[in-house]
């Protein structure tokens, strides 16, 4: 028997799981900050319910650089889901204070998310809500902002984003809502996209609701006042 016992013994299996996840997770960060992810959870996990609902198996996603996306599709993801994103590192503590506020006193809860969190938790988890998963979101997210760049973290967003049924991304949106690469994306068409983040299964680029549109003139009044974005 161990010196100390039971207790002594799962001490060091603690320790030894904490050892090789944070290892394994620091690995994974810098890999992909050179290696594009090929998939992800989330993309798996949709790709069965489809199954599972009489439809074809269907993961449309096709990577572009961070340099091959239209100015207009960034700006328009900024303005959406994360207008501090440059001067933020990685946790916008004021959106997510009024989050909370709001979400104690409604059913419909929202995100106080940055895209820095969104990518972490789109790239290295599963779906879901629980505190658990959001504790590995902000350890991700802080990996993150170590190790790439605000540029790598918008490219990687912008590529792995969920933005319809089966679709993943702007080049993939870009083409099934109009027919045209994500390098040439409007104002208007890249704010028609960004409006759909929240519930893309739910909504459509191409056949808004009055809500939507409303929010798309938003976020183009938002674009303008952001002006050109200096990554």
Not at 52 to 77: C, H, L, T, V, Y
Not at 82 to 106: P, R, W, Y
Not at 177 to 201: C, G, M
């Amino acid at each position: 028997m161990i010196k100390g016992g039971l207790p002594r013994l799962i001490w060091r299996i603690v320790k030894l799981v904490l050892i090789f996840f944070v290892g394994g997770s620091i690995l994974a960060v810098i890999l992909f900050r050179f290696v594009n992810p090929p998939v992800t959870l989330l993309m798996i996990q949709r790709g069965f319910e489809r199954k599972a609902a009489g439809k074809e198996w269907k993961i449309d996603k096709r990577w572009k650089s961070f340099d091959d996306i239209a100015d207009p599709m960034k700006r328009a993801a900024v303005a959406a889901e994360d207008q501090t994103f440059l001067e933020n590192h990685g946790f916008d503590f004021s959106a997510i204070e009024k989050a909370i506020k709001k979400n104690a006193h409604s059913k419909k809860l929202i995100g106080g998310s940055t895209i820095s969190q969104q990518t972490a938790k789109n790239v290295f988890l599963w779906p879901g809500r629980s505190l658990v998963r959001k504790g590995f979101e902000a350890w991700f997210t802080f990996l993150m902002e170590i190790f790439w760049s605000k540029k790598r973290i918008m490219e990687v967003y912008l590529n792995v984003i969920e933005i319809g049924d089966g679709i993943y991304g702007v080049e993939a949106a870009s083409q099934a809502y109009f027919n045209k690469p994500a390098s040439d994306l409007t104002n208007h068409e890249a704010a028609a996209i960004a409006v759909i983040f929240p519930s893309p299964l739910k909504w459509s680029a191409t056949h808004p609701t009055r809500y939507l549109r409303h929010r798309q003139y938003l976020i183009m009044k938002n674009m303008r006042r952001l002006g050109p974005l200096e990554f």
